[in-house]
């Protein structure tokens, strides 16, 4: 079956620090994959996408590439700041377009 | 653009009452989404919809829970009796059909307190 396994947080990095949260799914068929934020106090919004093999999706400096090769989708940002503590959920959605699976979610704290 | 708008954003009630959680999806969306987010279980897709018809309601978790869609614009979610073990925050979410590479828009949850 289709799922998303990402890592276990909480992480904890100082500002500008280099970041990276793992994530690695199991699929049937060609996934979208995505990664959202979800601040406190509010629903996820979709932080970026990638939609085939190889792609890279990039927004507000952060960035994750499609790895076929290695099931794998992982968010980097090389120098994080206060503002990005939140937490981040890797998804995936299946060739159909009708499944979602989330992540388990990552918390992120950034001190300064 | 309005985003998915939830009501109410809080909930406050006594174990045993009725308690309904409303959701307007983006305009021209044609699935929704409702999830269930807890400290314990994460985030828990509780049922969807393609074009107002239910598709997959494995999610819901017993029979006090229900979910309506009359319309493309609006849905609803029901609890009744409610239990104090039913305290959680309540997303909706839509998003176009048309294939994988459509993400999902939420709204900003239900936080639901049962006493």
């Known amino acids: 079956g289709n799922s998303v396994t990402q890592m276990e947080g909480p992480v904890t990095l100082s500002e500008e620090a280099f970041l990276t949260i793992n994530c690695t799914y199991t699929?049937?068929?060609?996934?979208?994959l995505f990664w959202y934020v979800q601040y406190p106090g509010e629903g996820l919004q979709l932080l970026l996408k990638?939609?085939?093999?190889?792609d890279k999706g990039s927004n507000k400096g952060f960035e994750a590439t499609y790895r076929k090769e290695t099931t794998s989708f992982h968010l980097e940002k090389g120098s994080v700041q206060v503002s990005d503590s939140a937490v981040y959920f890797c998804?995936?959605?299946?060739?159909?377009?009708?499944?979602?699976?989330f992540g388990t979610g990552t918390s992120l704290t950034v001190i300064p | 653009d309005a985003g998915v708008i939830q009501s109410p954003r809080h909930e406050v009630t006594e174990m045993g009452q009725e308690v309904t959680l409303r959701c307007k999806p983006i305009?021209?969306?044609?699935?929704l989404f409702w999830y269930r987010q807890t400290m314990m279980r994460g985030l828990e897709l509780l049922i969807y919809?393609?074009?107002?018809?239910?598709?997959?309601d494995s999610g819901m978790p017993e029979d006090r829970f229900s979910a309506k869609m009359p319309n493309a614009s609006f849905s609803t979610l029901k609890i009744q009796p409610s239990e104090p073990r039913d305290s959680a925050v309540y997303f909706c979410?839509?998003?176009?059909?048309?294939?994988?590479?459509?993400?999902?828009?939420f709204g900003d949850g239900t936080r639901l307190s049962i006493l």
């Open positions: 979410a839509s998003s176009p059909m048309g294939g994988a590479n459509q993400p999902q828009h």
């Open positions: 699929a049937t068929g060609y996934p979208s």
């Open positions: 998804a995936l959605s299946d060739y159909t377009g009708n499944q979602f699976y």
């Open positions: 990638a939609t085939k093999a190889d």
């Open positions: 919809f393609n074009n107002n018809v239910p598709i997959d």
């Open positions: 305009s021209g969306h044609n699935s």
